[in-house]
């Protein structure tokens, strides 16, 4: 026990650095996510048809697309095209449709469960499309979206691993470098103590982003108003 305390400590400045790429990985998809999910799920919302259509084939697409192969496509397909990438950023970017394609349907049931009588009333008033959906949809659905992107950060911050995949040194990746180093050169396997100290850590964020997307439910449920909007279901990675 006292070996591998002294073993993370040791070990500290690489698993940092793996959990700096994680968080980092988990920010820039959270931002592309949010952006292009608002983007895209407003426009899924909107009367054009064709617009609706082509948001909902990307949508299904990459919700349905399991992610690894999306990376996997993104990493070893981009050379193909003379556009190398290197690990991070294809890894970010398989992330970001990904999380973009589940931001969009988080933001569509959201507009959705404001009642149509509000859009009815803001037409009759004169509104036009734009401020309807500023003054009137945006405002009261972000209410709504927020649990539901705090569970959705959840799951980004689990898929991040991923990226151990391809080459990115993020948290898991890090541990795993430990634990071939400490093999070769010390002759010892401390596999359970670095994938139980890495558990620890996602367990950690993760428990601590759904605890405050199951409040953020409770508070606006308490509150009234349009119905939640849920994040995307785990096995959907």
Same mark, same amino acid.
């Given at each position: 026990?006292?070996?591998?305390?002294?073993?993370?400590?040791?070990?500290? +400045?690489l698993?940092?650095?793996?959990?700096?790429?994680?968080?980092s990985?988990?920010?820039?998809?959270?931002?592309?996510?949010?952006?292009?999910?608002v #983007?895209?799920?407003? #426009?899924?919302?909107?009367?054009?048809r064709?617009?609706?259509w #082509? $948001?909902?084939?990307?949508?299904?697409?990459?919700?349905?697309i /399991?992610?690894? $192969?999306?990376?996997?496509?993104i990493?070893?397909?981009? /050379?193909?095209?003379?556009?190398?990438? @290197? +690990?991070?950023?294809a890894?970010?970017?398989?992330l970001?449709?990904?999380?973009?394609?589940n931001?969009?349907?988080?933001?569509?049931g959201?507009? &959705?469960?404001?009642?149509?009588? &509000?859009i009815?009333?803001?037409?009759?008033? %004169?509104?036009?499309a734009?401020?309807i959906y500023?003054?009137?949809?945006?405002? @009261?659905?972000?209410? $709504?979206?927020?649990?539901?992107?705090? %569970?959705?950060?959840?799951?980004?911050? &689990?898929?991040t691993?991923? %990226?151990?995949?391809?080459?990115?040194t993020?948290?898991?990746?890090?541990?795993?470098l430990?634990?071939?180093?400490?093999?070769?050169? @010390?002759g010892?396997?401390?596999a359970?103590?670095?994938?139980?100290?890495?558990?620890?850590?996602?367990?950690?964020?993760?428990?601590?982003?759904?605890?405050?997307?199951?409040?953020?439910?409770?508070?606006?449920?308490t @509150? %009234?108003?349009?119905?939640? $909007?849920?994040?995307?279901? +785990?096995?959907?990675v």
């Amino acid at each position: 026990m006292i070996h591998d305390l002294s073993l993370l400590v040791e070990n500290w +400045p690489l698993l940092l650095i793996g959990l700096r790429a994680t968080l980092s990985l988990a920010a820039v998809t959270l931002l592309a996510s949010t952006v292009f999910g608002v #983007l895209l799920g407003t #426009l899924a919302t909107v009367r054009a048809r064709p617009v609706r259509w #082509l $948001v909902a084939f990307y949508v299904e697409t990459f919700r349905d697309i /399991p992610l690894i $192969v999306t990376i996997f496509t993104i990493f070893f397909g981009a /050379p193909f095209f003379g556009v190398p990438l @290197q +690990p991070f950023p294809a890894v970010a970017l398989g992330l970001s449709l990904w999380g973009a394609a589940n931001g969009a349907e988080i933001v569509r049931g959201g507009i &959705q469960s404001i009642p149509k009588g &509000q859009i009815e009333a803001a037409t009759a008033l %004169g509104l036009r499309a734009w401020k309807i959906y500023l003054l009137v949809l945006w405002p @009261q659905a972000l209410r $709504v979206l927020l649990p539901a992107f705090t %569970g959705l950060l959840a799951l980004i911050v &689990q898929s991040t691993s991923l %990226g151990a995949l391809v080459g990115v040194t993020e948290f898991l990746k890090a541990g795993g470098l430990i634990i071939e180093r400490s093999t070769v050169m @010390q002759g010892i396997n401390p596999a359970f103590a670095i994938y139980g100290f890495i558990l620890l850590v996602y367990f950690s964020i993760c428990s601590v982003l759904t605890a405050l997307s199951r409040r953020l439910e409770r508070r606006l449920a308490t @509150q %009234g108003g349009a119905r939640a $909007v849920h994040a995307p279901d +785990p096995s959907s990675v």
